[in-house]
């Protein structure tokens, strides 16, 4: 039941892009993007909602296939304070609470 | 900073013992989630409140419970405490569209 992120660990150069991946066994009505920092709390990024919509802001992007049941997260053109641990969060179609499930992150760091 | 507050910082006990985390949300929000990040358990959903009524529970052990208050402000009871509970307790409030903030946590070690 718990989404699958891949990959598990990613290293960057400064400049460089990435792309993170969020699949789930589940209908979906929800997926949400978090970055946490070690020993920080996770820092909300974005939500999609279903309706396969895209969103983002400044070099930070997702989409979300509700048909697929899977979101991707989109860094291009990577800086230092990219690095952290990324998580998707989703809200299955069947639950009406806003309860997420997460991931089990993936780990990225980005090198000067 | 997202708003949301929790205390303690740090909490240190021991086994058996029984301890109390306090949540308050961002003014205006009504949902509280808590969750318990642990090394080899990621991020795991315990329980969630709406505007003081328990609206969805996750993988919570019978030893824990929480509630919350007129205030809007939230406990998490942990009692009987095992080494195993020792990890990072978050709450996170959400506003009426979904997107859930997190407050600082806090971390318990059980001696």
């Known amino acids: 039941q718990q989404p699958v992120q891949s990959p598990q660990a990613v290293i960057l150069r400064e400049g460089e892009d990435a792309v993170i991946n969020c699949s789930s066994s589940?209908?979906?009505?929800?997926v949400h993007w978090y970055r946490q920092k070690h020993g920080e709390a996770p820092v909300f990024l974005m939500i999609?909602?279903?309706?396969?919509e895209q969103k983002g802001h400044e070099k930070i992007s997702a989409s979300f296939n509700e048909k697929k049941q899977q979101s991707s997260l989109y860094l291009t053109a990577s800086q230092l304070s990219y690095s952290g641990t990324y998580f998707c969060g989703t809200e299955p179609s069947s639950s009406n609470t806003g309860k997420l499930i997460f991931g089990q992150g993936t780990t990225l760091q980005v090198k000067p | 900073d997202s708003g949301v507050t929790q205390t303690p910082k740090h909490l240190i006990t021991a086994t058996g013992q029984r301890v109390t985390l306090r949540c308050s949300p961002r003014s205006g929000d009504l949902s509280v989630y808590w969750y318990q990040q642990s090394l080899d358990q990621g991020l795991q959903f315990l329980i969630q409140?709406?505007?003081?009524?328990?609206?969805a529970k996750g993988n919570i052990l019978e030893r824990f419970s929480a509630q919350q208050f007129p205030d809007l402000h939230s406990e998490l009871n942990l009692s009987s405490l095992e080494l195993g509970d020792s990890a990072l307790y978050f709450c996170?409030?959400?506003?009426?569209?979904?997107?859930?903030?997190f407050g600082p946590g806090t971390r318990l070690t059980v001696l």
């Open positions: 409140y709406y505007n003081g009524e328990e609206r």
């Open positions: 589940k209908a979906l009505y929800s």
């Open positions: 999609l909602l279903k309706g396969g």
């Open positions: 996170a409030s959400s506003t009426a569209s979904g997107e859930q903030f």
